[in-house]
């Protein structure tokens, strides 16, 4: 070393460990692609649904109602001859569309909400907080079969009264991270460096509350399937003949006392295997949350 | 010389919630006045509970004072809102203690500099880079850690890119906040000269905070020791640390090992 | 003269940290003596493994980290090799521990008076009524003023230097034959350091029980310890008297260290350029070597063997005796002063 030439030497980066990577070595192999691996096959078999050589899942064919699982029908046919497997794997595109779009639209409006509430704080803070909780009071199910009487059973207003649960959620997870955050240093320096409090808030404040938002996102829409999933089993949202699997669910529900159980019993567990491959996704992505120092 | 900065009788209130409907006051900060002239330190002396990171933020117009002035080269700032601070803002800029927090975690070092440049307007993203290279040589840190996470480098580093970004606006005086405090001994010298160093390149004022008075010798000329957010003591270095007047100036001297024949007449 | 047989005994202990892929070598050859009424001070800065030393010997390793080689002796047993349920009937009773952070040591639901009762009812079998009266003894040794009061109160209630007095209180219950005390001031105010140091130091005296202070300050421990070992990246540097080490260390690293905490004014203020050695890689030489002053090619591709340079006074370093001659601070004014 020369004198007036400090060495300050550079840490050899010995790799930035990619999420999945974390996720692997926090959960194991086994179980991260497990989960992920299905996840993505029942989400690519819904969106290749219209290519595959299925039956068309919207044409009735009364002759052929409630025949058992067979080599031409893999799932049965149900009470109106539709082909029960075709319309379970179509199935898929709503029920995922649906809730994708709905919780997608609650984060959108939740996350600003909630950070904008805990960086002013105040007035404003107040105001969204008690709306939230009035909000979260409410039974779900019950308001959203109140709004869709009075608004209509359009697809739209599933999606929006789904987004409508998912708002306060988030706003209050992003706000219980902002809160910590408004005193954190660099948020300072931020302000420092000449950044408008709105600023502040999207280029440095939400970024770092993202995490959660992340990890919570597949279980919310795992809830958001049920909701709409309940919701159609009730009669409202999704109408015949567009496939989803609480209307299937439903369809098929009278008859299985008659011990014809396949219309019902195959979107069930189509119902059940998204939602826990979602909470279980969720569940592991926790681990990200927390960012190594 | 007029001083580039001056608090008068600064005072910060906060309102602490009691059990039932009282509240009571919390005074962070009592009556603070002290000048400092361009181009040199001051030091402000004190432990946890002193005030002085309050007083800091006072000063750096981060949160509104409850009653005094805070006079930046010759104008009152206390009363300015946010957007008539904003031209302002690059003459003063902060080090903070913890170097992690201090950054923003899911932006590389560079990314960090640049953000301190939306002060300069009028430059183009070229000469930012630019300018982000010739800061972190002038804090003698590799150009290559631009692109790195706080998380990746040392705390010695990360706490010079803290001084690199704090000096990216050019500013005219440096709020230093404990920024030794979270370091290893045998790197603290490190930082200490090259803040030395800085200010005799750039004449940059400092105001720098610790309760290391041994830290505190190396750049200050004038001291202030607060306690529980009054001033006990005030003066010029030698003054304070050769005949202290105060009981608690005289306590942190002693817990700080220091020797009054060892006070060095040429600083 | 105390015993010639250790309390405590470490020999060439390893042990590696795992972080998600990484492997770090945190202690790689932890070789240290602790006699029977020794003050030791282990004094080390980031990365030196001296916490890690202290949580091995109680065996409150966390899960990711493991020894990987050595042995810890207590009292001749190798402390390593014993099971988790013979290591409980130790930790608290024979070795006790504290910590920095005061706060978080005590419960916070529970009564400060009655968790140090808790002690005393489990170890010395007393009754609860007795186990309260001595609680109370134990705060008031420890200086807590209105002790029997203080005794009903809960930890939150605590300032930091009471908790720590607490705290105090609380390992020593037990009269443990081995107190390891884990940066035990630091985030205390610096005037409140020496007070608790000096108490430390008293009860410990009191008591018979052996001291081992763990900190990064060694200015501070060397007020009240009579023995130093000097740690740096995962090795003992050098290890002798407080008294030796001090004025005539044999170890670049001691001396560069000792000449960052001297307050006596310098020009500019002294300090180690470069950092630390990252801790995940092997290092063939002397861990000290990229920012020693002294290094030679030797430093680089050997690891230095310890040197005893007087009676109870080694170093780890190829030229232990050159800076042992030197006095240390003549070869270090020009590392000092270069920028």
Same mark, same amino acid.
């Given at each position: 070393?020369?004198?007036?030439?400090?060495?300050?030497?550079?840490?050899?980066?010995?790799?930035?460990?990619?999420?999945?990577?974390?996720?692997?070595?926090?959960?194991?192999?086994?179980?991260?692609?497990?989960?992920?691996?299905?996840?993505?096959?029942?989400?690519?078999?819904?969106?290749?649904?219209?290519?595959?050589?299925?039956?068309?899942?919207?044409?009735?064919?009364?002759?052929?109602?409630?025949?058992?699982?067979?080599?031409?029908?893999?799932?049965?046919?149900?009470?109106?001859?539709?082909?029960?497997?075709?319309?379970?794997?179509?199935?898929?595109?709503?029920?995922?569309?649906?809730?994708?779009?709905?919780?997608?639209?609650?984060?959108?409006?939740?996350?600003?909400?909630?950070?904008?509430?805990?960086?002013?704080?105040?007035?404003?803070?107040?105001?969204?907080?008690?709306?939230?909780?009035?909000?979260?009071?409410?039974?779900?199910?019950?308001?959203?079969?109140?709004?869709?009487?009075?608004?209509?059973?359009?697809?739209?207003?599933?999606?929006?009264?789904?987004?409508?649960?998912?708002?306060?959620?988030?706003?209050?997870?992003?706000?219980?991270?902002?809160?910590?955050?408004?005193?954190?240093?660099?948020?300072?320096?931020?302000?420092?460096?000449?950044?408008?409090?709105?600023?502040?808030?999207?280029?440095?404040?939400?970024?770092?509350?993202?995490?959660?938002?992340?990890?919570?996102?597949?279980?919310?829409?795992?809830?958001?399937?049920?909701?709409?999933?309940?919701?159609?089993?009730?009669?409202?949202?999704?109408?015949?003949?567009?496939?989803?699997?609480?209307?299937?669910?439903?369809?098929?529900?009278?008859?299985?006392?008659?011990?014809?159980?396949?219309?019902?019993?195959?979107?069930?567990?189509?119902?059940?295997?998204?939602?826990?491959?979602?909470?279980?996704?969720?569940?592991?992505?926790?681990?990200?949350?927390?960012?190594?120092? | 010389?007029?001083?580039?900065?001056?608090?008068?009788?600064?005072?910060?209130?906060?309102?602490? $919630?009691?059990?039932?409907?009282?509240?009571?006051?919390?005074?962070?900060?009592?009556?603070?006045?002290?000048?400092?002239?361009?181009?040199?330190?001051?030091?402000?002396?004190?432990?946890?509970?002193?005030?002085?990171?309050?007083?800091?933020?006072?000063?750096?117009?981060?949160?509104?004072?409850?009653?005094?002035?805070?006079?930046?080269?010759?104008?009152?700032?206390?009363?300015?809102?946010?957007?008539?601070?904003?031209?302002?803002?690059?003459?003063?800029?902060?080090?903070?203690?913890?170097?992690?927090?201090?950054?923003?975690?899911?932006?590389?070092?560079?990314?960090?500099?640049?953000?301190?440049?939306?002060?300069?307007?009028?430059?183009?993203?070229?000469? $930012?880079?630019?300018?982000?290279?010739?800061?972190?040589?002038?804090?003698?840190?590799?150009? $290559?850690?631009?692109?790195?996470?706080?998380?990746?480098?040392?705390?010695?580093?990360?706490?010079?890119?803290?001084?690199?970004?704090?000096?990216?606006?050019?500013?005219?005086?440096?709020?230093?906040?404990?920024?030794?405090?979270?370091?290893?001994?045998?790197?603290?010298?490190?930082?200490?000269?090259?803040?030395?160093?800085?200010?005799?390149?750039?004449?940059?004022?400092?105001?720098?905070?610790?309760?290391?008075?041994?830290?505190?010798?190396?750049?200050?000329?004038?001291?202030?020791?607060?306690?529980?957010?009054?001033?006990?003591?005030?003066?010029?270095?030698?003054?304070?640390?050769?005949?202290?007047?105060?009981?608690?100036?005289?306590?942190?001297?002693?817990?700080?090992?220091?020797?009054?024949?060892?006070?060095?007449?040429?600083? | 003269?105390?015993?010639?047989?250790?309390?405590?005994?470490?020999?060439?202990?390893?042990?590696?940290?795992?972080?998600?892929?990484?492997?770090?070598?945190?202690?790689?050859?932890?070789?240290?003596?602790?006699?029977?009424?020794?003050?030791?001070?282990?004094?080390?800065?980031?990365?030196?493994?001296?916490?890690?030393?202290?949580?091995?010997?109680?065996?409150?390793?966390?899960?990711?980290?493991?020894?990987?080689?050595?042995?810890?002796?207590?009292?001749?047993?190798?402390?390593?090799?014993?099971?988790?349920?013979?290591?409980?009937?130790?930790?608290?009773?024979?070795?006790?521990?504290?910590?920095?952070?005061?706060?978080?040591?005590?419960?916070?639901?529970?009564?400060?008076?009655?968790?140090?009762?808790?002690?005393?009812?489990?170890?010395?079998?007393?009754?609860?009524?007795?186990?309260?009266?001595?609680?109370?003894?134990?705060?008031?040794?420890?200086?807590?003023?209105?002790?029997?009061?203080?005794?009903?109160?809960?930890?939150?209630?605590?300032?930091?230097?009471?908790?720590?007095?607490?705290?105090?209180?609380?390992?020593?219950?037990?009269?443990?034959?081995?107190?390891?005390?884990?940066?035990?001031?630091?985030?205390?105010?610096?005037?409140?350091?020496?007070?608790?140091?000096?108490?430390?130091?008293?009860?410990?005296?009191?008591?018979?029980?052996?001291?081992?202070?763990?900190?990064?300050?060694?200015?501070?421990?060397?007020?009240?310890?009579?023995?130093?070992?000097?740690?740096?990246?995962?090795?003992?540097?050098?290890?002798?008297?407080?008294?030796?080490?001090?004025?005539?260390?044999?170890?670049?690293?001691?001396?560069?260290?000792?000449?960052?905490?001297?307050?006596?004014?310098?020009?500019?203020?002294?300090?180690?350029?470069?950092?630390?050695?990252?801790?995940?890689?092997?290092?063939?030489?002397?861990?000290?070597?990229?920012?020693?002053?002294?290094?030679?090619?030797?430093?680089?591709?050997?690891?230095?063997?310890?040197?005893?340079?007087?009676?109870?006074?080694?170093?780890?370093?190829?030229?232990?005796?050159?800076?042992?001659?030197?006095?240390?601070?003549?070869?270090?004014?020009?590392?000092?002063?270069?920028?």
């Amino acid at each position: 070393m020369t004198p007036g030439q400090v060495s300050v030497q550079l840490a050899p980066v010995l790799h930035r460990p990619s999420a999945y990577q974390r996720l692997v070595t926090a959960h194991g192999a086994l179980r991260v692609n497990l989960t992920l691996g299905l996840l993505l096959a029942v989400i690519a078999l819904g969106l290749i649904a219209p290519l595959l050589p299925l039956p068309n899942p919207i044409k009735p064919d009364p002759f052929n109602s409630l025949k058992p699982p067979s080599a031409e029908h893999w799932f049965g046919t149900d009470p109106n001859g539709f082909d029960v497997f075709s319309r379970t794997i179509h199935a898929i595109r709503t029920d995922f569309a649906l809730s994708i779009s709905s919780v997608l639209l609650g984060v959108l409006i939740g996350v600003p909400l909630g950070a904008i509430s805990g960086y002013l704080g105040g007035v404003i803070d107040n105001l969204i907080n008690r709306v939230s909780e009035v909000i979260q009071g409410f039974p779900q199910l019950l308001f959203g079969m109140a709004v869709l009487a009075v608004a209509g059973n359009t697809l739209v207003n599933v999606v929006l009264i789904t987004a409508f649960y998912n708002v306060p959620v988030y706003a209050k997870m992003v706000r219980s991270v902002v809160l910590p955050l408004r005193d954190v240093e660099f948020v300072q320096a931020a302000r420092l460096s000449g950044n408008s409090p709105l600023s502040v808030v999207f280029r440095h404040i939400i970024p770092n509350a993202l995490l959660p938002v992340v990890s919570q996102f597949p279980l919310s829409c795992a809830y958001a399937v049920q909701m709409i999933a309940g919701l159609s089993f009730i009669g409202l949202g999704v109408q015949i003949p567009i496939p989803e699997w609480g209307a299937m669910i439903q369809q098929g529900a009278n008859y299985v006392v008659f011990s014809k159980w396949w219309p019902s019993v195959f979107p069930g567990l189509a119902l059940v295997l998204s939602v826990s491959l979602l909470s279980s996704l969720s569940d592991q992505l926790k681990v990200l949350v927390t960012r190594r120092a | 010389m007029t001083p580039l900065l001056s608090a008068i009788e600064v005072t910060k209130q906060y309102r602490l $919630r009691r059990p039932g409907w009282r509240t009571a006051m919390l005074t962070a900060v009592d009556h603070v006045s002290f000048d400092l002239e361009p181009g040199e330190t001051l030091g402000i002396v004190g432990e946890s509970g002193s005030g002085k990171s309050t007083l800091g933020r006072c000063i750096l117009h981060l949160t509104p004072v409850t009653a005094g002035r805070v006079v930046l080269e010759g104008r009152d700032i206390q009363a300015l809102s946010e957007r008539q601070m904003l031209p302002l803002r690059r003459k003063m800029q902060m080090v903070f203690q913890n170097p992690l927090t201090s950054f923003n975690p899911m932006m590389t070092i560079g990314q960090a500099l640049m953000d301190t440049m939306r002060l300069m307007p009028g430059l183009d993203d070229k000469h $930012r880079q630019q300018r982000v290279f010739a800061l972190l040589e002038q804090v003698q840190l590799d150009s $290559r850690i631009a692109n790195l996470y706080p998380h990746e480098i040392s705390g010695g580093q990360l706490q010079r890119a803290g001084i690199a970004r704090a000096l990216a606006p050019e500013p005219a005086m440096l709020f230093l906040d404990e920024p030794t405090s979270a370091l290893d001994v045998s790197i603290q010298g490190q930082i200490v000269n090259l803040l030395l160093d800085l200010q005799k390149d750039r004449g940059l004022a400092y105001i720098f905070v610790s309760h290391d008075l041994r830290v505190v010798h190396y750049l200050a000329q004038h001291l202030l020791v607060m306690r529980q957010g009054q001033v006990v003591e005030q003066g010029a270095k030698e003054a304070v640390f050769g005949a202290p007047q105060h009981p608690y100036t005289q306590t942190l001297i002693e817990a700080a090992h220091l020797h009054v024949s060892h006070v060095s007449p040429a600083t | 003269m105390p015993n010639s047989v250790p309390l405590l005994a470490i020999r060439d202990l390893r042990v590696d940290l795992h972080i998600e892929r990484d492997v770090l070598h945190a202690l790689r050859g932890v070789t240290l003596n602790v006699g029977r009424g020794d003050l030791m001070a282990v004094v080390g800065e980031s990365g030196s493994g001296k916490t890690m030393t202290g949580l091995s010997v109680m065996r409150l390793l966390p899960a990711s980290a493991q020894i990987t080689d050595g042995q810890i002796l207590f009292d001749g047993t190798d402390l390593t090799r014993l099971q988790e349920s013979s290591i409980r009937p130790l930790r608290g009773k024979r070795i006790a521990m504290i910590f920095q952070n005061a706060q978080a040591a005590l419960n916070p639901l529970v009564r400060v008076g009655d968790q140090i009762a808790d002690v005393y009812t489990r170890h010395a079998g007393l009754s609860r009524q007795a186990a309260r009266q001595k609680a109370v003894e134990a705060m008031q040794a420890t200086g807590i003023p209105n002790a029997s009061e203080r005794a009903r109160g809960y930890p939150h209630e605590f300032s930091g230097g009471m908790a720590q007095r607490a705290m105090i209180a609380l390992a020593l219950a037990s009269s443990p034959e081995l107190l390891i005390a884990d940066e035990p001031t630091s985030g205390l105010d610096v005037t409140i350091q020496g007070q608790v140091i000096t108490l430390i130091r008293d009860v410990v005296r009191r008591l018979n029980t052996t001291l081992v202070v763990i900190s990064h300050d060694i200015g501070l421990v060397s007020t009240i310890c009579n023995r130093i070992a000097v740690m740096y990246a995962g090795v003992v540097m050098e290890n002798g008297t407080t008294a030796r080490i001090t004025s005539r260390p044999a170890n670049p690293y001691t001396a560069a260290l000792l000449r960052c905490v001297d307050t006596r004014p310098t020009e500019r203020m002294p300090f180690i350029p470069g950092r630390v050695i990252d801790l995940r890689q092997k290092w063939p030489g002397c861990p000290f070597a990229p920012r020693c002053a002294l290094a030679q090619q030797i430093c680089h591709d050997q690891a230095p063997l310890p040197v005893e340079v007087e009676p109870g006074h080694v170093s780890l370093c190829h030229f232990a005796h050159q800076v042992f001659e030197q006095d240390g601070s003549a070869s270090y004014d020009a590392a000092a002063v270069r920028n």
